[in-house]
């Protein structure tokens, strides 16, 4: 299983942006799909996830801005992220993983797979 996440950007606070991560190589594999950032200095922090693609969790520090959708037909994964504060600025990576349980969906030593990350700036 290969991810590849793409979208990031500089933008400005208040802004918007939408990454995509697309899901390749045996993606049936997979069941849960999850979304993490790192800030420079800081530990990598869940940021959200898809549980075998049934229903969608979020940290408490973007739910009402940022939303994740699924769309199994194209084995990609998105994350909306609206109202962009300089606090949101991280390389965000995605995940996936089949044998997870809802308590360890955000850990990320407990996915398989990841992407390369993509680098989100926001500007104050």
């Known amino acids: 299983v290969q991810l590849q996440a793409s979208g990031g950007g500089l933008v400005q606070a208040g802004a918007s942006l939408r990454l995509s991560c697309e899901v390749s190589g045996r993606p049936n594999r997979v069941d849960t799909l999850g979304w993490f950032r790192q800030a420079p200095g800081k530990e990598r922090e869940f940021v959200g996830a898809s549980f075998r693609s049934t229903r969608i969790y979020y940290a408490d520090s973007v739910k009402g801005r940022f939303t994740i959708s699924r769309d199994n037909a194209k084995n990609v994964l998105y994350l909306q992220m609206n109202n962009l504060k300089p606090e949101d600025t991280a390389v965000y990576y995605c995940?996936?993983?089949?044998?997870?349980?809802?308590?360890?969906?955000?850990?990320?030593?407990?996915?398989?797979?990841w992407g390369q990350g993509t680098l989100v700036t926001v500007s104050s």
């Open positions: 995940a996936a993983d089949s044998r997870l349980i809802l308590s360890s969906i955000s850990y990320p030593d407990r996915y398989d797979y």
